[in-house]
């Protein structure tokens, strides 16, 4: 193995690579080109994710210089994953991930670090000339980003391009699952992350095949469904399944009065009213709903109290350091 340097780099780029035996000379040598002008201390962290072509013989005749490394995955865990797992291992203050087939373009990183020093804690990339198929990936793309801009009321213009740049402290507390690297900068946002943007170059793929087709849509919304829900209601789930429970209690009081109503002045029996049934439906909801709220409320607090989680984030703190946690 080859060996581990001692300071820590300025910058940690990040990539992950799955099936990409092509791509990868070429991408080492953009990113030379572009990292070593610049002049500041990096690491490049390649990520394989379980790749079953050549991919990491050439990763480890890349690594012989240690300013590269390596991590491999035992098998395929996502691209999420492996952008975790580079985080996870990166040592920089700065964290740049790209992708690995060379569509985004490692000039633009010193670029969004640049943007970085005008006080911003990341800087996201948007691909506006993007080089993809218009039909299945750029229109469904731009759908999907103007609803997380809703969702999330953080309005990045494009949230899959892999290409950000950020301050690794942002990320700390942050644990990433499912598809969820797209949303890296509404999770920055709820850490209280000043966050920008700016255009980045992309280009067309030249090696290999894109990973991903449509749908990986549904993934993206059932994830943004949980983003939502974690960015308001994380620390508060009793507050949004109780407004759902009293939607439900409202509705089933609201039918069983109108059963009686229609029992007692119009003499109608309760067992011909339709409505009777659907009141009890709705109070039984609202009543579920209320006990689920609860329990997700004492999962939150295991979820926090058991690992020493915050439920806040510290910007900087003056002449105080920070509580030791269990
Ligand atoms: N990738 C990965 N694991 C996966 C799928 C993709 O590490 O399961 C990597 C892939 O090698 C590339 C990046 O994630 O570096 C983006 O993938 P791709 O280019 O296929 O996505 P697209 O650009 O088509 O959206
Ligand atoms: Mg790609």
């Known amino acids: 193995m080859s060996a581990v340097s001692q300071d820590p780099p300025f910058l940690s780029v990040v990539v992950p690579v799955y099936n990409e035996e092509e791509s990868l000379a070429p991408m080492h040598a953009a990113l030379l080109a572009a990292l070593e002008p610049w002049g500041k201390p990096f690491e490049v962290i390649y990520v394989d994710d379980g790749s079953r072509d050549g991919s990491f013989e050439v990763l480890r005749q890349l690594c012989s210089d240690p300013r590269f490394k390596a991590v491999r995955f035992r098998r395929n865990f996502g691209q999420t994953a492996a952008m975790a797992a580079g985080f996870e291992h990166?040592?920089?203050?700065?964290?740049?991930?790209?992708?690995?087939?060379?569509?985004?373009?490692?000039?633009?990183?010193?670029?969004?670090?640049?943007?970085?020093?005008?006080?911003?804690?990341?800087?996201?990339?948007?691909?506006?000339?993007?080089?993809?198929?218009?039909?299945?990936?750029?229109?469904?793309?731009?759908?999907?980003?103007?609803?997380?801009?809703?969702?999330?009321?953080?309005?990045?213009?494009?949230?899959?391009?892999?290409?950000?740049?950020?301050?690794?402290?942002?990320?700390?507390?942050?644990?990433?699952?499912g598809e969820a690297h797209r949303f890296i900068a509404a999770f920055a946002a709820m850490a209280g992350a000043r966050i920008t943007q700016m255009p980045v170059q992309h280009h067309a793929r030249r090696w290999g095949q894109s990973k991903y087709n449509l749908s990986k849509t549904f993934r993206v919304v059932l994830d943004l469904i949980t983003v939502r829900f974690l960015l308001a209601y994380a620390t508060k789930p009793t507050y949004f399944f109780g407004r759902f429970a009293f939607g439900c209690f409202g509705l089933g009081s609201a039918s069983l009065l109108w059963t009686l109503f229609n029992k007692f002045a119009m003499g109608i029996f309760v067992k011909d009213q339709p409505l009777f049934l659907v009141g009890i439906f709705f109070l039984l909801s609202g009543l579920h709903l209320l006990l689920f709220g609860l329990l997700a409320e004492l999962n939150m607090r295991t979820y926090y109290e058991s690992q020493g989680k915050p439920t806040y984030f510290v910007r900087e703190r003056l002449n105080v350091v920070a509580p030791a946690r269990v």
């Open 90 to 177: 990166a040592r920089g203050e700065v964290i740049c991930p790209i992708d690995a087939d060379l569509q985004n373009d490692p000039t633009d990183i010193p670029k969004l670090v640049a943007k970085l020093d005008e006080g911003f804690d990341l800087v996201a990339g948007i691909r506006e000339k993007r080089q993809d198929k218009a039909l299945t990936v750029v229109i469904p793309s731009r759908i999907a980003n103007k609803i997380i801009a809703r969702v999330t009321g953080v309005a990045l213009k494009d949230n899959g391009c892999t290409l950000k740049a950020f301050r690794a402290e942002v990320l700390h507390d942050v644990r990433l699952y």
